[in-house]
T-cell receptor
């Protein structure tokens, strides 16, 4: 079974531009989450989608948005790029979304290789 | 809100030695997951712990979930160069009163460097 794929793998943009990143989950997985990874900050949760609906959102400004399509593929968009947006953006898919307070063994995150975004 | 803290942030280990990395949450977790990210790679799922006081082993790796389900640890024995990487823990809080409810919170990770 193919893993999670992300495109593009590398991206260089300038401040003020916008960018769209794409993620294709593992076949059969319906939940997609996005994370921002920067040195020393670990993995910062951006959002989680399930069945085309955003279930959770992290503490990021409104410049960060996302969506999920009927085939479970997901995109995230960052508008008006800032230097601090330079990071590795990771997409992860799981069979189902996790539910707080409920043990769900199918919410294991399968990560893609990431998109390395550099903002100049 | 819920915070997941990992210590230490960096761990330098001599090959063959043992070490432990710790994960602490400010709130009770429904479960804890551990991931490993090799240099230049992406996080890969290692294990999930669910029950209070649960202990699981994977070869030289031993994972524990605390009795109060607020902390966890990863112990590696006889460290090898293949253990190099960053180890992350992640958990979902059970409390509906925090803004992090329902979100999978990752710790900042423990970066492990192994000296031959």
């Amino acid at each position: 079974k193919a893993g999670v794929t992300q495109t593009p793998r590398y991206l260089i943009k300038t401040r003020g531009q916008q960018v769209t990143l794409s993620c294709s989950p593992i076949s059969g997985h319906r939940s997609v989450s996005w994370y921002q990874q920067t040195p020393g900050q670990g993995l910062q949760f951006l959002f989680e989608y399930f069945s085309e609906t955003q279930r959770n959102k992290g503490n990021f400004p409104g410049r960060f948005s996302g969506r999920q399509f009927s085939n479970s593929r997901s995109e995230m968009n960052v508008s008006t790029l800032e230097l601090g947006d330079s990071a590795l953006y990771l997409c992860a898919s799981s069979l189902t979304p996790g539910l707080a307070g409920v043990v769900v063994s199918t919410d294991t995150q399968y990560f893609g290789p990431g998109t390395r975004l550099t903002v100049l | 809100g819920q915070q997941v803290m990992q210590i230490p942030q960096y761990q330098h280990v001599q090959e063959g030695e043992d070490f432990t990395t710790y994960c602490n949450s400010s709130t009770t977790l429904s479960n804890i997951q551990w991931y490993k990210q090799r240099p230049g790679g992406h996080p890969v799922f290692l294990i999930q712990l669910v029950k209070s006081g649960e202990v699981k082993k994977q070869k030289r790796l031993t994972f524990q979930f605390g009795e109060a389900k607020k902390n966890s640890s990863l112990h590696i024995t006889a460290t090898q160069t293949t253990d190099v990487g960053t180890y992350f823990c992640a958990g979902r809080g059970v409390s509906m009163t925090t803004d992090s409810w329902g979100k999978l919170q990752f710790g900042a990770g423990t970066q492990v460097v192994v000296t031959p």
